[in-house]
């Protein structure tokens, strides 16, 4: 994001100030910060904030509706007073959608663009240079790319994207010796760190980035496809694992992830590319009561101790409803 076209100005360091432009994301992330804390606020036994909370979420909800034009949410240039359409379209512009704030509409319109932007990263790789010319080789830009496809409901194309991405670092993060294998891409960053930049040819860039280290949440959220609900009795399982890993036969595990208080564990064996058996075994007290579908039709399940085996589609989207087993 330094010295994006976005900000309108020069930028010979990447550290000035644009205050004069309401960016779309941080619109987006207010209304959602107002929604958490309203959501908050009685547990720590503060509700008469309740509706102050909400305010914030709506002034701001209404706000970000104001920056949206056709197809794609724009920054807003307080100087001009006018909409900035004529920058590079950012992923992080796509916000709205994972914040809550955009209409299903919306969302249907913003696809398109996102798969731009991965069509641009794929040809990448075209070039022999390593280099960070593509939004999409950093981790600050992946996020909100990736849950805001969710949002749109794209989740094959977060799939992909997290594959391509593990496909290009990985080799490049574990391999054994300093100098790259290939040393027309002398750029690759130390073995076993992770970094800053996620690039066409591998990872480079600062060492042991802390927003390089995210790539196990994107690979649950995304492949696995465990993730939270509002409801602390319920997650969402979605199983999206793309073409090259979802061979009949194939196996893959979670194991013990911290889950309420306790562990939850997953296993997958696909019985053929759009079919996977799931095996759900929780810790502690923690049990499955019941699964359903995006027709909230119950899925099937066989108990075999611990573990709820079911049978789920590759790229459906399932809800898990979790129980206290010592509960009557």
């Known amino acids: ?18 205050e004069f432009l309401p960016l779309v994301e941080l619109q987006a992330a207010a209304s959602q910060a107002g929604a958490i804390l309203a959501r908050f606020a009685p547990l720590v036994g503060d509700g008469a904030s309740v509706s102050e909370w909400h305010k914030i979420q709506n002034s701001y909800a209404e706000k970000t509706q104001q920056l949206w ?63 960070a010319d593509n939004q999409l080789d950093w981790s600050s830009f992946v996020l909100p790319f990736l849950e805001s496809a969710w949002a749109c409901g794209d989740r094959r194309l977060s799939s992909d994207l997290v594959e391509t991405i593990c496909n290009r670092i990985y080799p490049s993060m574990d391999r054994r010796s300093v100098m790259p294998r ?24 600062g060492e042991v980035y802390g927003w390089g280290a995210v790539m196990p949440a994107h690979i ?42 306790h562990f939850l564990s997953i296993r997958y064996r696909f019985l053929d590319e759009s079919r996977v058996r799931v095996a759900i075994s929780c810790g502690g007290p923690l049990v499955v009561r019941e699964v359903h579908d995006e027709q909230q039709q119950l899925v099937p399940l066989r108990r075999q101790g611990i573990s709820a085996d079911l049978e789920l589609a590759n790229f459906g989207l399932y809800t898990i409803a979790f129980a206290d087993r010592s509960t009557p």
């Open 1 to 18: 994001m330094d010295t994006s076209r976005r900000f309108q100005i020069q930028q010979p360091t990447g550290g000035e100030v644009v």
């Open 220 to 261: 649950i959220r995304n492949l696995v496809g465990l993730r939270e609900t509002d409801d602390p009795q319920r997650a969402i399982i979605a199983p999206g694992f793309p073409t090259s890993l979802a061979a009949p036969g194939r196996e893959y595990a979670l194991e013990r992830l911290p889950w309420r208080g």
């Open 182 to 205: 290939d040393e027309s891409h002398p750029r690759l960053g130390w073995p076993g760190a992770s970094c800053e930049v996620w690039g066409a040819h591998g990872a480079f860039g």
């Open 69 to 131: 034009k056709d197809d794609w949410f724009h920054d807003f240039d307080t100087r001009s007073r006018k909409l900035v359409i004529n920058a590079d379209r950012d992923p992080s512009q796509a916000s709205p959608a994972f914040c809550g704030v955009a209409t299903n509409e919306q969302n249907k319109l913003l696809t398109p663009t996102l798969r731009k932007m991965y069509a641009s990263l794929l040809a990448q790789a075209d070039n022999p240079k390593s280099s």
